[in-house]
């Protein structure tokens, strides 16, 4: 068997967002669509697609926004082929922020989305975050 040409750990590519904002501008395109290239050398892998918001602002605007990212995210990657099973959408607003609220500098690198790609253990089990156990599908 011919071993990839693009290792799945060099797959990991974080978008960052204007604030308030959920829409993808040029550069995501262009990065989303080199990544989905990548991905087919990858066809049973799963995307892990995890969306964030900074701090500022109220808790549920901001999962809400999070979760906007993260789906427009992965609607792009399927535009590009990707079967939308392979991929798992997470939010998490502002639940995983290190920032002061009046850090705008770290505000800027919060508003993203973070995408992994890990490999699918069998048909009925999957690694759904690198860090975690792994997760049956039921």
Same mark, same amino acid.
């Given at each position: 068997?011919?071993?990839?040409?693009?290792?799945?750990?060099?797959?990991?590519?974080?978008?960052?967002?204007?604030?308030?904002?959920?829409?993808?501008?040029?550069?995501?395109?262009?990065?989303?669509?080199?990544?989905?290239?990548?991905?087919?050398?990858?066809?049973?892998?799963?995307?892990?697609?995890?969306?964030?918001?900074?701090?500022?602002? !109220?808790?549920?605007?901001?999962?809400? *926004? @999070?979760?906007?990212?993260?789906?427009?995210?992965? #609607?792009?990657? +399927?535009? /590009?082929?990707?079967?939308?099973?392979?991929?798992?959408?997470?939010?998490?607003?502002?639940?995983?922020?290190?920032?002061?609220?009046?850090?705008?500098?770290?505000?800027?690198?919060?508003?993203?989305? !973070?995408?992994?790609?890990?490999?699918? *253990? @069998?048909?009925?089990?999957?690694?759904?975050?690198? #860090?975690?156990? +792994?997760? /049956?599908?039921?």
């Amino acid at each position: 068997e011919v071993e990839p040409k693009i290792k799945m750990a060099d797959l990991a590519v974080s978008l960052l967002f204007a604030s308030s904002q959920s829409s993808l501008n040029e550069s995501m395109h262009v990065k989303i669509l080199n990544l989905s290239r990548a991905l087919k050398e990858y066809p049973n892998a799963l995307i892990q697609v995890d969306g964030h918001a900074d701090p500022r602002g !109220d808790s549920e605007f901001n999962l809400d *926004l @999070s979760q906007r990212r993260a789906n427009a995210v992965a #609607n792009a990657l +399927v535009e /590009q082929g990707i079967d939308r099973a392979r991929i798992v959408v997470r939010s998490f607003g502002e639940t995983r922020s290190s920032s002061s609220e009046y850090d705008y500098v770290a505000h800027r690198a919060e508003r993203n989305v !973070d995408i992994k790609v890990s490999p699918m *253990l @069998s048909e009925n089990t999957v690694q759904t975050d690198i #860090n975690t156990p +792994v997760a /049956q599908i039921k």
